[in-house]
RNA sequence: GGCGCCGUGGCCAAGUGGUAAGGCGGCAGACUGCAAAUCUGCUAUUCGUCGGUUCGAUUCCGACCGGCGCCUCCA
């Protein structure tokens, strides 16, 4: 079996990676904070994620996928309030269009979306535990605090000294009490805002919210276990939010909380790191709205390896749509092929061969991609020479269909209505008339026309197709 | 101030101590009535700059220039 390697952030370099058991891959993401629709970054991370459960998949392994949907967090209820609604009020619409979204971009379903207000007794045991071991204490203003120098193993995946963070750094005191300004809150004791709009519940220490990093731990444990095998999310969440799901989970367990953990690169737009407070974000309906398909927007955040900073810009998109279509194209001639050739059964194996090798290199899509339009070249050729041999063209869209799998970029062709297929068949019918009298400029009339309706023909020796145009 | 990443052709981008994958675009050719699709050839003597190590560096080291990120709740 080939060997299958991550880069791991707790060390810093690309090591092969197995699930503990050898069969089950236990997968934790970290999901959205449904406040507002996620942006395109947000969705780099989650394609990144996408993309790495099927690799796994791909290599043999089950996946167990959870991914949290933070539905309850300050912006959360600082939006419920101007609104004058109850959390939940804000959260279900939102939740609602991140999964459009996540399918529009075909993002495979993950086995379990936990909200975290479902969750809130098993985060409330969390945190007896940790106080019960003396790493959490509960301060004057009744909220829960984590306290890190009682945790000797924190800072190890930032690597970040916590004696060190001074000049420059976001240190701004919230309005909690705590005793080290490096504490963070596992509970949150309740505000009148956070009753106003239901944001608050029973626990020992009196009402109150969970703490954002809490909800992590908390929902991976109850679903997958104390020992997860891999843990992913943005690099932004490196620091603090892992490094706090570490401190609380393994404080309370004393187990490995996660074995392994990646982290995706940042998505741009001009330069910057694309965000809602920088003000240029980009959603998935402004992609859609500009008729650019989820498989173009697959090829694009692809085209990259996912450790590396991707900038959105027009032109790429460009290139990302048009190497789609390629892709499309090539994949309706081999549906409609007769038969193969000897070099087209082994340009699929080494295909075969070349993606899983990419793949199970630490992700390397880019390379994938590449592996793949070399075959839709060298095939191309093969089906223009024709060739007879059924094997390998079952060999060929075997393999096809295992990359598409894989990267899921072959673009849906739409179908035309059955009113717009009759009037094309109607006018290709009087087009080809035109031409078989040599009558050119009818015959070009009539494609001019069907162009306007987005309909692109071929010529070719067994009569003329047609597509829609995107 | 601390920590870290990146800089490869017009655009996107892989990559390795031994002389630059792939995609988009462009140019030329084949095919076509013309197109489209497809194929072929061309499109970086060079990998931010300057040094060093080496028989040899884009790949290792150093300095510098430029871009980006993290340093308490942001994917």
């Known amino acids: 079996m080939s060997e299958f390697s991550l880069f791991n952030t707790l060390t810093r370099s690309v090591e092969p990676f197995a699930p503990s058991d050898g069969e089950t891959v236990k997968l934790y993401t970290c999901g959205p904070t449904v406040y507002n629709p996620a942006h395109l970054g947000n969705?780099?991370?989650?394609?990144?994620?996408?993309?790495?459960?099927?690799?796994?998949?791909?290599?043999?392994?089950?996946?167990v996928q959870v991914m949290n949907l933070t539905d309850v967090d300050d912006k959360i209820i600082t939006r419920a309030s101007e609104q004058g609604k109850t959390i939940r009020e804000v959260t279900d619409p939102v939740i609602t269009i991140f999964h459009e979204d996540r399918k529009y971009l075909r993002i495979e379903d993950a086995e379990h979306y936990p909200r975290a207000t479902a969750y809130i007794p098993d985060m409330i045991a969390l945190i007896e535990r940790l106080i019960a071991n003396g790493v959490a204490y509960v301060a004057d203003d009744r909220s829960v605090y984590f306290a890190i120098e009682k945790f000797a193993m924190y800072g190890r995946l930032s690597r970040l000294d916590t004696r060190e963070i001074q000049s420059g750094a976001r240190v701004s005191q919230d309005d909690y009490s705590k005793e080290n300004a490096q504490d963070f809150a596992l509970w949150k004791a309740a505000k009148p805002l956070d009753e106003a709009c239901e944001a608050a519940w029973d626990s020992p220490?009196?009402?109150?919210?969970?703490?954002?990093?809490?909800?992590?731990?908390?929902?991976a444990m109850a679903i997958l276990g104390e020992t997860i095998d891999l843990h992913a999310g943005g690099i932004d969440l490196i620091f603090p939010h892992h490094e706090d799901e570490i401190a609380q989970s393994e404080a309370a367990t004393g187990k490995t909380f996660a074995r392994c953990w990646c982290h995706g690169e940042f998505l741009l737009t001009d330069g910057a790191k694309m965000a809602k407070r920088v003000g240029n974000v980009q959603n998935v309906a402004d992609l859609r709205r500009n008729g650019v398909s989820g498989a173009a927007v697959r090829h694009f955040m692809f085209s990259t390896h996912y450790r590396k900073q991707l900038n959105l810009s027009g032109e790429a998109l460009e290139g990302s749509i048009e190497g789609v279509r390629r892709i499309g194209d090539f994949a309706e001639r081999l549906t409609a092929a007769q038969g193969g050739t000897r070099g087209l059964e082994e340009a699929a194996d080494r295909l075969d061969r070349d993606v899983r090798t990419a793949i199970f290199d630490d992700l390397n899509a880019p390379n994938a991609m590449a592996a793949l339009f070399e075959f839709i070249r060298t095939a191309n050729k093969e089906l223009d020479a024709g060739g007879s041999e059924a094997g390998s063209l079952r060999r060929a869209r075997e393999v096809l269909a295992m990359?598409?799998?894989?990267?899921?970029?072959?673009p849906d062709r739409a179908a035309a209505d059955a009113d717009l297929a009759g009037w094309v068949e109607g006018q290709l019918t009087a087009r080809t008339e035109a031409r078989a009298r040599r009558d050119f400029g009818t015959a070009d009339a009539i494609r001019k026309a069907l162009d306007e309706?987005?309909?692109?023909?071929?010529?070719t020796a067994a009569g003329t197709r047609w597509k829609l145009d995107q």
């Open 43 to 63: 969705f780099r991370t989650f394609l990144f994620e996408d993309l790495m459960r099927r690799a796994l998949r791909l290599r043999g392994w089950k996946v």
């Open 403 to 410: 990359v598409n799998g894989l990267l899921d970029v072959q």
């Open 453 to 459: 309706k987005g309909v692109v023909i071929e010529d």
């Open 205 to 219: 220490w009196g009402r109150g919210r969970p703490g954002w990093h809490l909800e992590c731990s908390a929902m």
